[in-house]
């Protein structure tokens, strides 16, 4: 209240308090998401879907990312693709997720982005191999990858480390960018094995391949070179049966002499197979059809009718090989649009009734939302056998979903980064030695690292998620800690669960992440830019778009001007304003102890004359002094439970939650809220909810 | 200069008047594209080159660009050249649809559509002179844009259009409109963006592969028959997918139908596409054509890669052009509410902010760290416009015209004044004379009062007095273009509507 602001203040304003509160109504009666209250009524709420309809998710094509993991999932490989390679699909901006169809946009060039992507995925599928599931043949084969356990790389016993920052001296899994060996160990098979394929590729060096050494047991069973560019099938026949424990692979004759001269191994897996020596041949067209009615099952995920096998069939049968055959019926499946697009036939009768999904199309929404992918065999074969809607059912499978490595692709690339705005990072921060660290970069990758291990470990852990708001821990490597003005102890490459400063931070809203995207990028935060960010993200009340005459507040005078506290004190000061500033701004004040990057601060910079900073402010009537405290109002308040509900919700069903579905998010909730709830409860009770499996017939007719 | 990747020998490029292109190259013979009559006049071009968030807001909202200093590049004599004999300098014109947009902005609240802000009024309005139509949740319908109609001059082209989006835009702010009403200015139709593409590596893709390379003698080489090859091998799974569409297309309700039917048109379009490769390969052509070789991946948007990257896309603009494999080319470099732009020297890169200078009452210093940072930006893009009117003077065509000569390049920014948002001033500039069709050298400055509306009164001359001049030069045969015949009872209607040509630019 200094500098300018007290000259106006004295001018009898305090009648705000009175106008601010009648505006509030006619803010909120414009406001199109937010929840109506805070309590949860638990009553009537059974009857709720008759009295307020719902809404209607439309057809949508895969995004990018569902693309390439069903991809993946098919081919056991991810496509090799680059940003450019897939076409931009749009995204609306309003739910900001991918998943979200109503803004998905064609352009011309489209149709053969996706059909040079996908002959080139089908072309890499075969030349490293097809996995068992899609070949014809009746032999026991067992596919390990080698980028998953039980592989792992024993050593780079060689040490001729090639100058730093010329390679990644910390190899993955399946590259061996140095002398190594990668070693399988463990009961390899459930079946004994006469013949071992090795999927490798490799690159030479001063004209020399790489030399490679296949033990199986610890009996050579291949000692020579490897000689192809791409991934290729290296078949080693056995002259006798194995029961094997291990197998190992080396790679020993490395030599670094450039960037492009440069010997190194890949191998992407390893298939050990039993060949039945009496095997019935089965012909070609009766291969085809057996490959194809499995392949198409799983990317179609829908039962297959006959006309359709039929069709398909004939697309391979018309080609001059077996292979070139399958390639073929391969492309046109991918490009078909009952791989490409997510839909529900309409099963209803009427204009606007409600009707269940049956289990094939319950399936496919589980498996795109946990793990951003077509459904698995086993979800395939319970919708099948029509079990899995039984809610004891469901409920299992959801428990699997969530504990497979995929799960961290649907709830962490594909909700939790959308969610937050982690992709925009990058565009918040810039090259400005004045306003941020000159290793930016790094801690962009960082942030976004430490929000995704905090929200995959409340998943994991199975902690309640209103620990997201209140956890005293957060997951730092050295130059976060240092950013944090802890101790900067451990490496740039362990993220450590760290104890957090009690005082400074508390849970998501204090992570570096968040507070950079809503940083502003000067060396002037933006609490209303702030406040609002979270008021749509964190809270779900948000107020309506800026309207068309903005009054003109008062200016400073001359040489003098508002810290933000006193901009905002002239919002709540100005009865067309307060309505709606009057929960953003609170929101921004209690974070304004974050700079642009997430450092704490006590005081403004110089050209707000370095004052202190006020965090103080009051938010759904409780008091509040800086982030920990503001933390908790909002979890007290239970507003984060029902925004965190319908964002989730949203994402699965891909489409906004519309003002009269209000209702229906509340009964997921009910369940479940004020309990010491985890994320698995909350995806239990979506997946069970109405929002979920039912879809709405169109109010026009077919 | 490694991060130039193939632009080895530049300069020779720039400085190679009259030349063929000299980039170091593959030699790539292009299929012919198909002759129109027997004329060996050089074909007509069109490419518009624009900007977004207005020229800047140090100077009054309605003011002249006289006034503006910044746009000095197009006016100067350096080392003795000058391109203003070659330039219209053109202002006073008014986006007085967007007024509309705004009004209908109220309108379609009260009846549910969602609202528009401030700049998607402009971006939608600008090039369309139509207001659009919201269809349900964000769905924003934008009409044809000016462009389009001259793209469908030319159906025969291998690309009917191209566009580049040098920097599109970030969602931060993003709440009342889908990211690609900002990112995408030209629309064949409603919901039917054109291609704006911002990696030089895609563009060239896109452009330039799949042409087979000739052989030394300048004959059709034999590769093209293996590339013939691949492309049939494409268009006969198309074949097969279209039977997919039609049996699924029958289970569906009619909202769903749309989305599968844009999935339809796609793939029709490239059938067209390879339909146009398979029918012209195998003529020999005297038109021999030189290609760049394939851009690098290029780097993250970085202040120092952007100049770089810039200037590829240019070029590669420049060369699609002269090969003529299209004849539209549209150039955004930024668009509406831009949060992430570079320009050299420019200490502040979320243009929007900039160009509402020292918002949230901040200090003077920083008001003018806004306003200095935005001349840069205008600035710089001005001299940009310089150097690719002169690339395309350097460009000698088949009867020893140049590339300029028988285009129309448009300088445009779809606000003016950016702190303002209004609707009022438009300042366009031309350059190239359209195979003859256009007079250069002027400077005309409309003043207020060519029209008057019911309730609005006078307002200065539509933007689409402009864009229908351009489309008769190059032949499109309307009477009229803009306003928004949707809006029947609005009294809405003809607002924007064109109310001529303009005959000062008629050759």
């Known amino acids: 209240m200094e500098n300018g602001l007290s000259r106006i203040l004295q001018s009898g304003t305090w009648s705000v308090l009175i106008s601010s509160f009648l505006f509030l109504t006619a803010c909120e009666r414009r406001s199109t998401i937010g929840f109506g209250d805070g309590a949860i009524e638990g009553d009537s709420v059974s009857t709720s879907l008759q009295t307020s309809p719902q809404g209607r998710s439309s057809i949508r094509r895969l995004n990018n990312r569902e693309f390439a993991n069903s991809l993946t999932s098919l081919f056991g490989s991810a496509p090799t693709l680059s940003n450019s390679d897939l076409p931009t699909v749009g995204r609306n901006s309003k739910t900001n997720f991918d998943t979200d169809g109503s803004a998905q946009f064609l352009f011309g060039g489209d149709a053969e982005s996706y059909l040079d992507v996908i002959q080139k995925s089908v072309n890499e599928a075969f030349a490293r191999g097809l996995s068992s599931e899609w070949s014809c043949s009746q032999n026991s084969s067992t596919t390990i990858s080698t980028t998953t356990p039980p592989a792992h790389i024993t050593s780079h016993f060689d040490e001729d480390a090639p100058p730093a920052g010329s390679e990644n001296p910390k190899a993955n899994r399946d590259f061996l960018p140095t002398n190594g060996e990668i070693l399988l160990a463990g009961d390899l098979t459930p079946h004994p094995v006469n013949e071992v394929i090795v999927y490798v590729k490799a690159t030479p060096a001063d004209g020399v391949f790489p030399h490679v050494v296949v033990k199986l047991d610890n009996q050579t069973i291949f000692n020579g070179m490897i000689s192809s560019l791409t991934f290729t099938a290296l078949r080693i026949s056995l002259n006798q049966t194995f029961q094997p424990q291990s197998l190992s692979i080396r790679f020993d004759n490395n030599i670094y002499i450039a960037a492009n001269n440069d010997r190194n191994l890949w191998v992407s897996s390893v298939e050990l197979i039993e060949r039945n020596q009496n095997e019935e041949v089965l012909s070609r067209s009766d291969c085809t059809a057996k490959v194809l009615s499995a392949f198409l099952k799983r990317a179609f995920r829908r039962p297959l009718t006959p006309s359709l096998l039929q069709k398909y069939r004939a697309i391979a049968d018309a080609e001059s090989s077996y292979e070139e055959g399958l390639k073929k019926a391969f492309t046109v499946a991918l490009l078909s649009p009952n791989f490409m697009f997510i839909r529900s036939e309409d099963q209803g009768t009427s204009p606007g009734e409600l009707y269940q999904l049956n289990d094939f199309e319950l399936a496919e929404r589980l498996a795109f939302m946990l793990w951003g992918s077509i459904p698995d065999t086993r979800l395939l074969d319970l919708a099948e056998e029509g079990r899995l809607s039984q809610a004891d059912i469901l409920r299992s499978e959801i428990l699997r979903m969530k504990r497979d490595s995929r799960f961290k692709n649907g709830f962490i690339d594909g909700f939790v980064r959308s969610w937050l705005n982690l992709n925009e990072l990058e565009s918040a921060v810039r090259d400005d030695a004045t306003l941020f660290p000159s290793n930016w970069r790094e801690l962009i990758g960082d942030m976004q690292n430490e929000t995704s291990l905090f929200l995959k470990y409340i998943a994991d852990q199975d902690r309640p998620f209103n620990e997201i708001l209140e956890a005293d821990y957060s997951f730092l490597n050295s130059r976060l800690r240092t950013l944090y003005g802890m101790n900067s102890s451990g490496t740039a490459t362990d993220f450590v669960k760290t104890p957090l400063p009690s005082q400074e931070r508390r849970g998501l809203l204090t992570q570096a992440s968040l507070m950079t995207v809503t940083g502003n990028g000067t060396e002037l935060t933006n609490p209303i830019k702030r406040g609002y960010w979270l008021l749509k993200k964190v809270i779900c009340k948000v107020p309506p778009p800026v309207p068309d005459e903005i009054p003109s507040l008062p200016k400073p005078g001359n040489g003098e001007f508002f810290s933000p506290k006193e901009v905002m004190a002239l919002h709540s000061s100005s009865p067309s304003c307060a309505g709606c500033h009057m929960n953003m701004d609170p929101i921004g004040v209690g974070l304004e102890n974050f700079d642009n990057m997430g450092r704490f601060r006590t005081h403004y910079p110089a050209v707000y004359l370095s004052q202190s900073i006020d965090a103080s402010h009051s938010l759904f009537g409780s008091e509040f002094n800086g982030p920990t405290s503001l933390s908790r109002v909002i979890d007290e308040n239970q507003y984060f439970g029902q925004c965190l509900t319908k964002h989730l919700t949203s994402y699965g069903i891909g489409r906004q939650i519309e003002e009269r579905e209000e209702r229906a998010l509340k009964e997921i909730l009910q369940n479940i809220y004020p309990k010491q709830s985890t994320i698995e409860d909350l995806l239990v009770e979506i997946a069970m909810s109405q929002l979920f499996n039912q879809h709405r017939m169109p109010k026009e007719t077919l | ?507």
């Open chain 2, 1 to 507: 200069m490694s991060n130039r990747g193939y632009l080895i020998s530049r300069r020779s490029f720039l400085r190679g008047a009259g030349a063929a292109i000299a980039l170091p190259s593959l030699e790539i013979m292009f299929p012919p594209m198909r002759v129109f009559g027997q004329s060996s006049k050089p074909p007509l071009r069109l490419v518009n080159m624009v900007l977004g968030d207005g020229w800047g807001s140090y100077f009054s909202t309605e003011a002249s660009y006289k006034n503006i200093a910044e746009f000095s590049p197009l006016l100067e004599t350096r080392n003795g050249v000058s391109i203003r004999s070659h330039l219209n300098m053109i202002g006073g014109l008014q986006n007085v649809v967007a007024r509309t947009q705004n009004d209908y902005r109220v309108y379609a609240e009260a009846n549910g559509p969602i609202a528009n802000d401030g700049h998607g009024v402009n971006n939608v309005t600008f090039f369309s002179g139509s207001v659009a139509k919201a269809s349900g949740n964000q769905n924003w319908q934008i009409a044809k844009t000016y462009d389009q109609y001259i793209a469908d001059l030319y159906p025969q082209m291998r690309f009917k259009s191209l566009g580049v989006n040098v920097q599109p835009g970030t969602q931060a702010v993003r709440d009342l409109y889908s990211q690609i009403h900002y990112d995408i200015l030209f629309w064949r139709g409603p919901n039917q963006p054109t291609t704006m593409l911002n990696n030089p590596r895609k563009l060239f893709d896109d452009v330039f592969s799949n042409i087979a390379p000739a052989s030394p003698n300048g004959a059709p080489s034999a590769g093209s028959s293996a590339s013939i090859e691949a492309w049939t091998k494409k268009k006969s799974i198309l074949d097969l997918v279209k039977d997919d569409l039609a049996s699924l297309n029958s289970k569906l309700s009619s909202s769903d139908r749309k989305k599968m039917d844009e999935y339809l048109t796609s793939i029709r379009e490239l059938e067209t596409k390879i339909q146009g490769i398979e029918g012209t390969v195998e003529i020999p052509t005297a038109n021999a054509c030189s290609t760049p070789n394939r851009p690098s991946e290029p780097a993250n948007y970085f202040v120092e890669t952007y100049p770089a990257r810039f200037e590829i896309l240019q070029d590669l603009m420049v060369i699609a052009l002269k090969c003529d494999l299209t004849r539209v080319f549209n150039f955004s470099v930024g668009t509406e509410g831009m949060e992430m732009g570079f320009v050299p020297n420019c200490k502040k890169s979320n243009w929007h902010d900039i160009s509402h200078p020292g918002h949230e009452n901040a200090p003077q210093s920083i008001i003018d760290l806004d306003n200095n940072s935005h001349k840069l930006i205008t600035r710089w893009y001005s001299e940009r416009f310089r150097e690719l009117v002169i690339k395309m003077r350097n460009i000698t065509e088949s009867d020893g015209s140049s590339l300029l000569d028988n285009s129309l390049l448009v300088y445009s920014n779809t606000l003016h004044h950016g702190d303002s948002h209004n609707c009022h001033y438009r300042f366009v500039a031309t350059a190239g004379k359209l195979g003859g069709k256009i007079k250069t050298g002027l400077d005309l400055d409309f003043p207020n009062g060519r029209v008057n509306y019911p309730n609005w009164g006078n307002c200065r001359r539509p933007m689409t007095d402009l864009w229908l001049t351009i489309m008769k030069s190059f032949g499109v045969n309307m009477s009229t273009f803009g306003g928004t015949d949707w809006l029947m009872n609005t009294g809405h209607r003809a607002i924007g509507r064109s109310t001529g040509v303009i005959q000062e630019m008629m050759a």
